[in-house]
């Protein structure tokens, strides 16, 4: 089987279901490769979708993806940068019943590349689902389709279905994953036109904060690599651009990571771009 580099190059495709059924590739097969000896490549990450529904002391309810990495190779954060891919998952859910965006946890920086945000060894995703009124709180059942990016000096895309009988439980929200930001954490963007600086003041709440940009339309940071900002304070550069967002009104989003003397938490930001219109 073909494999490319990383960088903005045609990817390899991994594809099986749970039976560990067929490998297809998107580039045609060497020679070589289609002897009486050749094997279907082994998949270096493996989904599982846990058999029950998560529902939060809130009310919330969570689908739980696991994804086992091969050591050395890595899965993406949210925000991949200008060369990864997230993991993506398309769900088949009973009549009545919708899945949201997944809830990723605080990334790592590669220590070969600390521009890019991934995870190695395990990541679990937390999928947020609305049931619909009138389900009795029984067993439902579901199948997955997922897709991702796996890398190490080269990557390839690799894809699984999986389907299963889900029962709900309750349980506390895991820990590592980011929430509603507080009112004692602070943003606004500062400054007119194009370059613009973006304050976060979490000083109420830490001694220490890491900021992680997401992508969005509109929105450039000049790198995804954020080192950590003693007392609280984060001061970024950022550049604006109205026309590149559909709607004009570009939306400056990311996750804040603080450390406090009670351990570490995370909370999703979302800064307007572009103020409201005076009344």
Known sequence: ??????????????????????????????PAATGPLARAAEP???????????????????????????????LYWRNPGDSGQPPRLSWTLPAGWSAGEPIFPVPNHLPEDEDILAFEGSL???????????????????????????????????????????VEREG??????????????????????????????????ASSARW??????????????????????IEIPVRIREGDAPDRRPMVRGMIVIDAAGGGRAFDVRVPAVRPAAK
């Open 124 to 166: 679990r995703l937390l999928v947020p689902v609305t049931a619909p009124a009138s389900w009795s709180g029984g067993a439902i059942a579901v199948r997955l389709s997922a897709e991702w990016m796996t890398c190490k000096e080269h990557c390839v895309v690799e894809r699984q279905s999986l389907g299963a009988e889900l």
């Open 172 to 205: 506390a929200m895991p820990t590592g994953y980011p929430v509603t930001a507080p009112a004692e954490l602070l943003s606004e963007l500062r400054g007119e036109g194009e370059e613009r600086v973006l304050v976060i003041d979490a000083s109420a709440l």
């Open 1 to 30: 089987m073909l494999l490319t580099t990383c960088r903005m190059l045609p990817m390899a495709v991994l594809a099986w279901s749970m039976s560990g059924l067929g490998v297809a590739s998107s580039v045609p097969p060497s």
């Open 44 to 74: 270096h990450v493996r989904a599982s979708l846990a058999p029950t529904i998560l529902r939060t002391p809130d009310g919330r309810r969570f689908l739980d993806v696991q994804f086992m990495i091969e050591r050395g190779w890595h």
């Open 212 to 233: 992680f940009p997401d992508a969005s339309p509109g929105v450039r940071f000049p790198s995804e690599r954020m080192m950590p900002m003693p007392g609280g304070r």
